[in-house]
């Protein structure tokens, strides 16, 4: 069975600072997908960023960055220049290509001080 | 457009109502999701409907039925809840596998059911 596990219940960062959240999974499938969520105190799951296994680049939006270790079985979400909206719970998402369930990890709480 | 609606935002009901929640997506997704999340916890799959087809049945007890009436509505029926099903309900959306390489899942804002 898949897992995915996030190590940092909670984390901290100042505003206009870069924090990386840390997440690693186990899977003995080579072709799936890794997922970011965001949910913020309004509860709202909200897409961050997405990786396919099969692509080595890793992807990017905006201010949002992931460092997917394949090999590893590491995806870690870096967050430059963190603002205080970016204060919400993180998921880190496993899903097998060919599956329809999405494994989430524990979360963690990222807090933005000001 | 990538909006998921779900209503109501809050429903509060004793153990013997039933009431139903509902999701709404329009677009164009052929499978909707129901996962219900405790505080501070990952969200837990219930339902999967692909094609208006039920496909994955996570163990659910029977007091919770869902039903897709069409390609774009997803209901969960409840009866007979405990106070422990207290939680927010999500219901999600995507392309189903066959249809896309890339099938994200697209939340709605949830739906927080207190049970009393």
């Known amino acids: 069975a898949q897992t995915v596990t996030q190590s940092q219940p909670e984390m901290s960062v100042q505003e206009a600072e870069t924090v990386t959240l840390s997440c690693t999974y186990d899977?003995?499938?080579?072709?799936?997908?890794l997922f970011w969520y965001k949910q913020p105190p309004s509860r709202q799951m909200i897409l961050v960023i997405r990786q396919e296994a099969y692509k080595q680049q890793n992807a990017t939006e905006n201010r949002f960055s992931v460092n997917f270790q394949k090999a590893a079985k590491s995806f870690s979400l870096k967050i430059s220049d963190s603002q205080l909206g970016d204060a919400a719970m993180y998921f880190c998402a496993y899903r097998w290509r060919y599956g329809n369930k999405l494994v989430f990890g524990a979360g963690t709480i990222l807090r933005v001080k000001s | 457009d990538t909006e998921v609606t779900q209503t109501p935002k809050h429903l509060v009901m004793g153990m013997t109502n039933k009431k139903s929640l509902k999701c709404e997506q329009h677009?164009?997704?052929?499978?909707m999701y129901w996962y219900k999340q405790k505080a501070k916890k990952p969200p837990e799959l219930m339902f999967v409907y692909s094609y208006e087809k039920l496909s994955i049945n996570e163990s659910v007890p029977s007091r919770f039925s869902p039903e897709c009436p069409n390609s774009s509505l997803l209901n969960l029926h409840l009866h007979a809840l405990q106070p422990e099903d207290s939680a927010l309900y999500l219901c999600a959306s995507s392309q189903p596998l066959r249809l896309a390489s890339t099938d994200t899942q697209y939340f709605g804002p949830g739906t927080r059911l207190t049970v009393l």
């Open positions: 677009m164009g997704h052929r499978a």
């Open positions: 899977t003995s499938e080579s072709d799936y997908y």
